[in-house]
């Protein structure tokens, strides 16, 4: 069985002092880098997912909300923005020079890494199908939210017929009622709820 980690949204934006910050994010950006520095071969494939929204006036499709306050349901203040440095990695994500780099929401509400576009050597394809191309059958999904695009890359991952686990240590999330009702939808999906 060969093993992908993917990596959702370790991003400036999504830690401490970023536009749409989680608490704990940055501690969950250290996390990740030990985990990989430590076993990081056993992983046949690194993924890491970027959300990379086009800048204003440009909504995303109603993503962003310009002109009234976010919901923070279906509308969020302005984050990702593509190439700046919120969209950057957290600087404490140290990421392998072979990963696989997913750019998603560009002009579009992507929550799931499996919505975007992998940058791969061959050019940009989908992500199940890269996976799948590379002999991938298990995935660990890790980063930025648990109950937003944690929880919609691991369904899809499972969706599209890998077998998924969630690290939860190696996640923060945005609100603990969201969170449960998120880690009770992947339960319910077959996803495993594992430390790493």
């Known amino acids: 069985m060969s093993s992908a980690i993917i990596v959702v ?21 250290g996390r990740i880098t030990e985990l990989l520095d430590e076993r990081g071969d056993a992983y046949a494939v690194v993924v890491a997912t970027q959300d990379w929204h086009r800048p204003p006036p440009d909504t995303n499709a109603g993503h962003f909300a310009l002109d009234e306050e976010p919901d923070y ?8 923005v593509q190439e700046t440095a919120g969209a950057a990695y957290h600087p404490a994500l140290r990421l392998p020079g072979d990963t696989v780099h997913v750019v998603k929401g560009d002009g579009r509400q992507d929550y799931s890494g499996f919505e975007g576009t992998a940058l791969a050597d061959s050019g940009p394809t989908a992500l199940a199908e890269l996976l799948r191309a590379r002999g991938v059958t298990q995935v660990d999904v890790v980063g930025l939210a648990t109950d937003h695009c944690v929880r919609a890359t691991a369904l899809d991952a499972r969706g599209a017929g890998f077998d998924v686990r969630v690290l939860t240590d190696l996640t923060a999330a945005v609100a603990a009622p969201t969170t449960v009702a998120a880690l009770t939808d992947l339960a319910r999906a077959g996803v495993a709820l594992d430390r790493s």
Do not use: I, K
Not at 73 to 80: A, N, S
């Open 73 to 80: 349901v279906t509308t969020w203040p302005v984050h990702c």
């Open 9 to 29: 949204d370790v991003q400036n934006d999504f830690c401490e002092g970023g536009a749409l910050a989680v608490a704990g994010g940055a501690a969950v950006a």
